[in-house]
């Protein structure tokens, strides 16, 4: 059990963090509401939950499993809601996160680089699932932002009797390399700048800085590895659409 005073310290700390933030974008014209104060909660709430969960699933090894197809459907459902009405965009989601995530993870422990103790199959699985999902978001909007600021020229190609897939070519190859440049340049400045939370997490739980390290370039690679597949399936179905993506929605 975590100490109350531990408990305390951490709920100020929080909301101290959650003013500054409200503060500076509040003074800079920006207004979220209380979007941040809501997901903060919300993380909260989930976690807690999530905790209780896994307890439960640590003792009874194929319920990771479960855990896995929970993590895919609620990436693949988020993703899906930001790119709103765009046509292919349901397929397109579902296919590239479960796709890039589960065959990422399928090698990881295939191979033998870790063992599958459930904790290390929840582990890469939520971090490989939820990368997934950012890279299917930012691969979708991305195509949708190209496309309707490129129109003139896809239209063009179009009316040369052009297929969608080479009238939409360069605006689906940028859409891809856009999704993949924070997680590039997270693995660039890893070690340099910044020392991830996988690195440090297995530091925490005990293992050698060299078996960190080996932890965290497992997870970096089958992150980029995942977001490669999933960027590329989204745009490659949304690509196959006959009509312009929808203006997009702010959401």
Known sequence: MIDNQVLLT?????ALM?????????????????????????????????????????????????????MATT??????????????ANSAVWLGVITGAWSMIAIVF??????????????????????AMSAATLAGRNFRLAAEHR????????????TSPVAYRSV???????????????????????????FIGALFGGASPLEAAR???IVLVAIIASQAVTARIVVWRLANSPVLPLAATKK
Not at 151 to 162: D, F, K, M, P, Y
Request: aromatic share 6%; net charge neutral.
């Open 75 to 88: 990436a693949s459902l988020t993703s899906r809601s930001r790119l709103g009405n765009m046509p292919g």
């Open 110 to 131: 295939a191979t033998g680089m870790l063992d599958t103790d459930p904790r290390n199959v929840i582990a890469i699985g939520g971090i490989v699932t939820g990368n």
């Open 10 to 14: 951490t709920a100020v700390g929080l």
């Open 172 to 198: 689906a190859q940028q859409a891809v390399f856009d999704a993949l440049v924070p997680s590039i340049d997270q693995t660039r400045s890893t070690g340099m700048v910044t020392l991830p939370g996988a």
């Open 215 to 217: 932890f965290q370039v």
């Open 18 to 70: 959650l003013a500054i933030m409200q503060g500076v974008l509040l003074t800079a014209g920006v207004n979220i509401g209380w979007r941040g104060v809501t997901a903060t909660l919300r993380a909260i709430i989930q976690l807690g939950i999530a905790s209780l969960i896994l307890s439960g699933v640590l003792s009874v090894g194929w319920t990771v499993l479960l855990v896995l197809v929970f």
């Open 151 to 162: 129109r003139g020229e896809i239209e063009a190609w179009w009316s040369l009797g052009a």
